[in-house]
């Protein structure tokens, strides 16, 4: 190297030492927000400008008047002057603002659809009159009578300024409609006077010429040209529609209107079918003609097949418009029981123009003649009180049944959560049969004792049973607390009333309450509860706390009681309103659209006398919860009314078997007879639960005209809303200091070149670069060392943005979307990490920048696709039981480089790299397979085990067309991967798997006889494990396994006994909970904590076990084979170890006196045991007390042998006589040898070569063939 290189070097280290080298951090460890949000003052002129333009319009002018600062971890907690400010932060290249006003007064919109209206409200929720209101100009005045600021009619819009006490505070008022005084006044000139005959004939072709050009503007039809073409349009598809017999028959349908009634709902076989019809046309004109009785099963008018359509006769109207017949429900109709049916009145000989229908239910019913009543004192429960049940049966006549019997069940629904660490929830709390009291009601009362030590919800079941069979049922759910404790509250008209309870009875409790306003001012006050306050219209929240126990109460959600009663007739007009909370309200009231009465007041009590027949409007406004309530009300005179009186004069008893006579009285709205009228007159039982149906409004609707809209006004939300900006680092770091923050030294390196070093988990050398400007990061699309590519951005397949390099100098190439830049020598530190960043603007003698087009140049393209891997991804999937799992852990290795294989969805291909096409390539898919071979160019590779397919790929799919500055890798806190780091992650992934998926067959009920177990773990300690797994043992079961995933709860249909719990947890350890006593009928519930973990070689084996198995195809026979072997190994382990104990051994041996290994050996009654070793010997510690040996095996009798002490203990066992659902073959011992076969091989080199189209071997090349398929 010459001294001009030396010195060339030199300089270029020493740019880059400048910017700090002796800071050695992770960028992306560092801070990467400014550590204070600015508070800035800004003038009045200033916020104007905002509510005019928008924030976004902010720039660095604004920045002037510094006032105060907060870390961004806290809450600002100063108090500033009144006034406008902005809060200012910074985050990455980001700039954020917000605006903030400070004002001790509050400004809210009345909304009477008509005017400009406002008040003002300070901090004590009193109304301001003397602020300065204006808005484009014009000052809007006080109305002292309405307490507000109003512009009569208004249609403002813009900024609004409001001027109190100094302060000028702005708002941006939008309208609903644009409806000045001119456009109403013309309107009404035009369209309510006869101008519009002459007005029509000239607007329209005007108005569809403007619209015809907007239309063309925006490319679709709009305003009057908009209408036109869709008039046409929809007319020309109507004529079409007109002939076809499928709308034909709608618009028949839709033509009549009336109803159909039955003598009842339900009919049996046999049942004459009586009903009634009146039919009118839309306009009121009764229908008189012969129409066809059709009975169909469906519901639809459309045709389909299947369906009965049955012509069963013909009708003529007794009267206009009325119509009645029956028929009886024969066998000859084939009709089908419990289905619905309907008969449809249609124009003749036509099955599907229906005028009118109704339906009917044709089923063998019973009708009930009794009824049964559920009462019960409360419906909510506390410890320490019992519930008292009132049942009550009785018949038709509402008397007490004398016979009835009833069966009382109290059945758990919802636990919401238990007080002990084990509590018994039985499935049925309580059960209860008896006699009814023939005299009154019959009262049951439940005691508390019967209730867990739990807070849920039970269900109250009732079924009664009469001599005669007929059977009732009621139920009713009711909250049951173990213990409850919560702060109540009630609003008793202007105060609220606060208390606190335990379990329902009322406790002292010294509290804190705050009373926020609209401004969000709090008021706090010390009080004990029970306690009551007055409550003010401007408070929004009202919060109480005392300790662990708080309670928010949201005014505005609340009810705030104020109702407005209104009466009108021809006479008079009444409006009362009923305010106990003794709000002020507005109110404005209109003759249609003239305003006669006006006010603010807390009470309205207001009568008009011969109001006329126009309309009124009444409109409301007032403050509830600190949000203004508009509620409007339309008075309109009722017309004349058709409607008919009927009136039904019967006795009040009627006997069975007696006969009255039933007079009905039809008068009109002014009480005279009404003569011609048809009646429809019928009685049912009401055991049918019937309903009538409902009848059609025939008279025609009159258009009401009601007060006109004018406009309504709100404010545009600009306050506190969050802008952002680019950052503009050179004036921010002076105000932040951010040039003394490492991570904004990184994305703005300015004029030199930043560099930073820090340490690696596993000690190997790499290094990432990074492009920025202006603080944005730029993509780079190839990094080359030395020349040779070393990462490729747009792969499906990436490995983490950091890559191995040797300690040293080395020649560093960046291609950018438009630029390549080259760094002729640069320095990396041995078993570090190298991250540096330059300004893409960054000009130096020592950088080579050289300009390119945004898409890789043939040249590019040719050099960089032999290092382009293309893969299909087709290896990795795993069926259990039609569920799919993608084992997607897979990567290809080269030398010391790893790429992972990480497939995209929902594409044909994927692309890894760089490749080194030179080197051998070995492919590993974890828990499979793995093959080594070479890569070529333009192949994509398919891997399958002991296979590799190849399959050509045209270049363009290995580049992108265009190279564009999307998604830039930005984080500097990757490292290399390694095959231990893809193992980590597969074990990861494994684990995951462990935790969800149950591999296991486990019930998912519990069958009567049996209980359930809910187990909840408490992890507040030891967060760092994890529960991957619980195997689930019975102690006096030998052949008891459950293994379930790590988030099981619940353990369901488990034997009455004595079980034990194994947590396997994801570092090989494991914790017990022995002994736990699970009873039958009812849920069990337990809460543990972990105690006193172990690692031994029981929890590595078991672990190891199911981690080897988690993934792989699932059956019967290999649950239950590594089940087995968890059982095994467990016995094994865990044998007695007690004071008392005695060692007991033997053999065990077939019939024949062959020994019998892995025989299963258990203590019985315990979980001790063991198995046999090769020769079929055992040795085994048994308490002093244990009586009993238990012998299993494959294909052998289960032998139980009592315990000798004092002598050896052999067992031999007999073959069982069942067949064997399943065999388990244990290699014992396998020894593996080589014999040589005399058969000559012939060598396939020489076989192949110049043989097959593209092999030759080169003497002394490697023997690998591969040949690729299409």
């Known amino acids: 190297m010459n001294s001009k290189n030396l010195l060339s070097i030199s300089l270029f280290l020493l740019i880059f030492s400048y910017n700090n080298l002796l800071f050695a951090q992770n960028p992306d460890s560092c801070r990467q927000k400014s550590y204070y949000t600015y508070i800035f003052k800004i003038s009045n002129s200033e916020a104007e400008k905002i509510y005019k333009k928008g924030i976004n319009k902010i720039d660095s002018s604004f920045f002037h008047t510094l006032t105060d600062s907060f870390r961004n971890e806290n809450i600002y907690n100063g108090n500033l002057p009144n006034g406008h400010y902005l809060k200012v932060f910074t985050d990455k290249d980001k700039l954020y603002f917000s605006l903030t006003e400070i004002q001790d007064f509050d400004i809210k919109i009345l909304d009477n659809s008509t005017d400009l209206l406002f008040q003002i409200y300070d901090n004590s929720g009193n109304i301001i009159n003397d602020a300065v209101i204006k808005i484009k100009g014009k000052t809007i005045k006080f109305d002292n009578k309405l307490k507000a600021y109003k512009d009569k009619k208004s249609n403002k819009k813009g900024i609004l300024t409001v001027k109190y006490k100094g302060l000028e505070t702005f708002y941006y008022l939008n309208r609903q409609y644009n409806n000045p005084t001119i456009k109403r006044i013309s309107r009404k000139l035009i369209w309510d006077t006869p101008i519009h005959y002459l007005y029509r004939p000239i607007q329209y072709p005007f108005a569809l010429t403007v619209s015809s050009i907007r239309s063309l503007l925006k490319f679709r039809p709009v305003g009057t040209f908009g209408r036109t073409y869709y008039f046409f349009r929809n007319f020309y598809w109507r004529i079409p529609n007109r002939i076809n017999n499928l709308v034909n028959k709608f618009d028949y349908n839709n033509r009549y209107q009336g109803y159909l009634v039955f003598n009842k709902p339900r009919f049996k076989p046999g049942d004459t079918v009586k009903f009634k019809a009146f039919i009118v046309n839309k306009k009121g004109k009764a229908l008189n003609k012969e129409l066809s009785i059709v009975l169909t099963n469906h519901h639809s008018y459309y045709q389909y ?374 009646l429809t007159a019928y009685s049912l039982t009401k055991k049918f639960h019937y309903k009538s149906p409902s009848l059609p409004v025939i008279e025609k609707k009159k258009k009401v005209k009601t007060k006109e809209l004018i406009n309504s006004f709100n404010f545009k939300n600009i306050r506190n809303q969050q802008s952002v900006q680019k950052l503009n680092y050179l004036q921010w770091k002076k105000i932040a200091g951010l040039d003394s923050m490492e991570y904004y030294n990184f994305i703005y390196p300015e004029n030199n070149i930043y560099i930073t070093t820090f340490e690696t988990p596993r000690k190997k050398t790499q290094f990432a670069p990074y492009m920025l400007k202006n603080g944005s990061f730029q993509k780079i699309y190839v990094i080359y060392v030395d020349n040779n590519p070393i990462y490729f951005s747009w792969m499906t397949t990436q490995n983490p943005y950091s890559f191995k390099i040797d300690s040293g100098y080395h020649r560093i190439k960046l291609r950018l979307t438009d630029t390549l830049l080259v760094i002729d020598s640069l320095y990396f530190k041995d078993k570090q990490k190298t991250v540096f960043s330059l300004n893409k603007d960054f000009k130096n003698k020592s950088i080579n920048t050289w300009n390119e087009k945004n898409k890789f140049s043939d040249y590019e393209q040719d050099y960089l696709k032999k290092q382009i891997f293309p893969y299909r991804y087709s290896f990795g999937r795993i069926n259990n039981y039609n569920k799919t799992f993608n084992n997607s852990f897979s990567y290809i290795e080269q030398g010391k480089n790893i790429i992972p294989l990480r497939p995209e969805l929902f594409r044909s291909y994927n692309l890894a790299g760089p490749v080194n096409p030179f080197e051998k390539i070995h492919f590993k898919l974890l828990n499979g397979f793995d093959l080594d071979f070479y890569h070529e160019a333009n192949f994509q590779y398919d891997f399958m085990p002991k296979i590799l397919k190849m399959r050509s790929i045209k270049t363009e799919k290995l580049f992108p067309l265009f190279l564009q500055n999307n998604n830039p890798i930005s984080q500097t806190s990757d490292f290399i991967l390694t095959k231990e780091d893809i193992e980590k992650q597969y074990l990861d992934f494994k684990n995951v798997k462990r935790k969800t998926y149950n591999r296991y067959d486990n019930p998912d009920v519990t069958v009567k006889g049996n209980g359930t177990m809910i187990c909840f773990v408490n992890r507040k300690k030891n967060q760092n494990k994890a529960i991957l797994n619980t195997v689930l043992l019975k102690l006096n079961n030998e052949k008891f396994v459950r293994v379930y995933p790590g988030n099981n709860k619940t353990y369901y249909n488990l034997e009455k006994g004595y079980y034990k719990l194994i947590f396997l947890m994801n570092d090989s350890s494991y914790f017990e909970k022995d002994s736990i006593l699970i009873k039958p009928n009812g849920d069990n519930y337990f809460r543990l904590t972990p105690q006193n973990f172990h690692k031994d070689s029981f929890s590595i084996y078991v672990n190891n076990l199911i981690d080897s198995t988690v993934i792989k195809v699932n059956t019967i026979y290999s649950q239950d084979y590594e089940k087995q072997k968890i059982l095994d190994k467990y016995r094994s382990e865990h044998q007695y170890t007690g004071g008392d104990a005695n060692e007991i051994s033997g053999y065990v041996l077939d019939e024949t006196g062959e020994s019998l290994p892995g025989v299963s050996i258990l203590i019985k009654g315990t979980t001790y045991g063991t198995m046999t070793l090769a020769d079929g010997y055992y040795s085994i510690f048994a308490p002093s007390d244990a009586k009993t040996l238990v012998f299993s095996y494959i294909g052998m009798e289960t032998q139980e042998q009592i315990i000798n002490p004092d002598h050896i203990n052999d067992a031999i066992l007999m073959p069982s006589s069942e067949c064997l659902e399943e065999v388990v073959v244990t290699a014992l011992g396998i020894s593996k040898g080589n014999k040589s076969i005399g058969y000559s091989v012939s060598n396939v080199n020489n076989a192949l070569n110049a043989k097959v189209a593209g092999v030759n071997f080169a003497p002394g090349a490697l023997p690998n063939v591969i040949l690729r398929g299409a």
């Open 305 to 678: 097949s299947g369906n009965m359509k049955k012509n069963i006769g013909y009708l003529k109207p007794y009267d206009k418009g009325a119509y009645t017949s029956e028929f009886i429900l024969n066998d000859s109709l084939n009709l089908k029981l419990d289905k619905s049916y309907r008969v449809n009145l249609n124009k003749k000989n036509e099955k599907y123009k229906t005028a009118i229908s109704g339906s009917f239910k044709y089923e063998d019913y019973e009708l009930k003649s009794n009824t049964l009543k559920l009462e019960t004192d409360k419906k909510i429960q506390y410890k320490g009180d019992n519930i008292t049940i009132s049942l009550k049966g009785t018949d038709e006549n509402n008397l007490n049944l004398q016979d009835a019997r009833y069966d009382l069940i109290l059945k758990p629904e919802y636990v919401k959560n238990f007080v002990s660490d084990y509590v018994y929830v039985s499935d049925t709390l309580f059960r209860k049969k008896g006699s009814f009291n023939p005299s009154g009601k019959t009262e049951i009362i439940i005691p508390d004792s019967i209730f867990p030590a739990a807070n849920f919800d039970y269900k109250i079941k009732v079924i009664m049973h009469t001599s005669d069979n007929e059977r009732s049922e009621k139920s009713k759910n009711i909250s049951y607390y173990y213990k409850k404790e919560e702060i109540k509250y009630k609003l008793i008209e202007d105060s609220i009333k606060i208390w606190f309870e335990i379990n329902g009875i009322r406790n002292n409790l010294n509290a804190e309450i705050k009373f926020v306003n609209q401004l969000n001012n709090d008021n706090s006050i010390k009080a004990e509860l029970p306690a009551s306050f007055k409550i003010k219209s401007d408070y929004r929240i009202i919060t109480i706390k005392s300790f662990d126990i708080y309670k928010r109460i949201s005014l505005f959600n609340e009810n705030s009681a104020l109702k407005c009663y209104t009466f009108r007739n021809k006479d008079s007009l009444l409006i009362n309103i009923e305010n106990p909370r003794k709000l002020k309200f507005n109110y404005f009231l209109y003759k249609h659209n003239k305003e006669i009465l006006s006010g603010y007041t807390d009470s309205l009590n207001y009568k008009i006398k011969h109001p006329g027949r126009k309309s009124y409007f009444l409109s409301l406004q007032y403050l509830w919860g600190g949000k203004i309530v508009n509620t409007n009300y339309n008075i309109n005179f009722k017309n004349k009314s058709h409607k008919l009186n009927v009136k039904l004069i019967q006795p009040r008893l009627v006997y069975p078997g007696q006969k009255n006579k039933i007079m009905i009285s039809v008068t009109d709205e002014n009480g005279k007879p009404a003569k011609n009228t048809d």
